[in-house]
């Protein structure tokens, strides 16, 4: 079998995927049994992956659930994609993405919902377009808006236990603590604790309960 050879595959369960494939095409209801890695993958039905997933590329247009750890360099998401744990380099989400217990990843854009336990990132931007859950979200910078053109503020706010980076851009939150250096609380927040080393604003139409300036520069 020569290199680059694409595979695509229509339904039923995949316990072998040969050696010579690099791409792999799911088109229809497809559960893979083992371990994967290709560098390429794209859904555009539904995948369900049991063992671990290490691609270059993957590009969700379908279901997407991986139960095991995935490494992957771009995540491309317009569907529905869970995954349990994950070090991804980009990961760009127009859909529903789901992390079951923790995803590390240099930048994360969002346009949809984000869903699950810890994310950690050098880049965080996500413009909300329903609710939407986590309980850490931990980055160097973190913008998190409205999606343009949409309505119903109240159910499109993003809940987390803790919000912690350095520059922090923040409207739609429902957090029980946002720590950072430099923290612009936008409208529509609500925050029990906001710890700040250099400086803050909050926009009137926001509530925080306590502020505390933490020591160092």
């Known amino acids: 079998m020569r290199k680059n050879k694409a595979w695509t595959v229509t339904r ?15 088109r229809g209801a497809v559960t893979f049994q083992q371990d994967i890695e290709v560098k390429e993958l794209s859904i555009f039905g539904q995948g369900f992956f049991h063992g671990s997933v290490v691609v270059e590329q993957l590009t969700n247009k379908g279901v997407c659930i ?17 995954l349990n744990a994950g070090k991804v ?37 996500c413009r909300l377009s329903g609710p939407s859950r986590v309980q850490k979200l931990a980055a160097d910078e973190i913008i998190v808006e409205k999606a343009k ?17 350095k520059k922090l851009t923040l409207s739609l939150i429902e957090a029980k603590e946002v720590e950072g250096e430099e ?35």
Do not use: W
């Not at 923290?183 to 309960?209: E, F, N």
């Open 183 to 217: 923290i612009v609380i936008g409208p529509d927040c609500h925050i029990d604790t906001l710890c700040y080393k250099k400086r803050y604003t909050i926009d009137p139409a926001s509530t925080v309960q306590h502020i505390v300036q933490m020591e160092g520069s």
């Open 66 to 82: 991986i139960k095991e750890v995935c490494e992957v360099s771009v995540m491309k998401n317009l569907g529905h994609l869970q």
């Open 12 to 26: 039923g369960k995949v316990k072998n995927i040969k050696e010579a494939c690099e791409t792999v095409h799911v």
């Open 149 to 165: 053109g949409t309505f119903s503020l109240l159910k499109k706010k993003l809940a987390c236990e803790k919000v912690v980076g």
């Open 89 to 125: 380099t980009n990961v760009e989400s127009s859909g529903y993405l789901k992390v079951g217990k923790r995803l590390d990843c240099q930048r994360l854009t969002v346009k949809g919902v984000l869903s699950g336990g810890e994310v950690n990132a050098r880049k965080v931007h």
